[in-house]
């Protein structure tokens, strides 16, 4: 049992570790020239393709590009002079980091809001053990989810802890597929699992 705990913790400390050096790996920042122009500026040090998506307040997209590039820097000067006035968000999305910048549009000048990070959890399964971490940056309400055709079989209040780390033993589980959900105020995220 002593074991199984010391490599759970080594286990949860290499994870935690990786993704605390990820979160500093996407930076994202609008600066304002003039009216209803701007630069926006991401910087990666991972130096892969980005996703830039740019939403209004009821979610629709107003701007989507996927680069082809793969450099640390990118930067793009916008014209935003066909947007009404109102909220958006740029969100940016590299490997499993997610960046959300706020901006507002009012009367031909943009506001910028602070930026917010997420990174994708962990999820692992091997010799009967569900293991999974994740860092709360947004200290959002956490719920742990286990389900067995669309039927729940568990479920674990998290709560705002900013350092998850979370391991289930399934050894005595049937043969089957199952689906863990660690479920944030608005995000899901999921990872099947196939018992034989």
Known sequence: MKTILKVMFLFAFVAF???????????VNIVPLKAEKAVVAIESLTGTALKITI?????RIVYF??????????SKVFNFSALEDGAYNLTVVCNDLTTVRPFEMKHREI?????????????????GLLKCTYLNFQKENLTLSFYEKNQQ???KYIGRNFNVVEGLNLSKLGKGDYIAILSARDKEYTYAIHID
């Open 17 to 27: 570790a990786n993704t605390l050096f990820a979160a500093g790996n996407l930076k």
């Open 55 to 59: 939403e209004d307040n009821m979610g």
């Open 65 to 74: 590009k996927e680069t082809d590039e793969f450099s640390e820097i990118y």
């Open 111 to 127: 506001k910028v809001g602070a930026e917010k990070t997420t990174i994708q959890p962990f999820f692992g399964y091997k010799d």
């Open 153 to 155: 079989i568990y479920a």
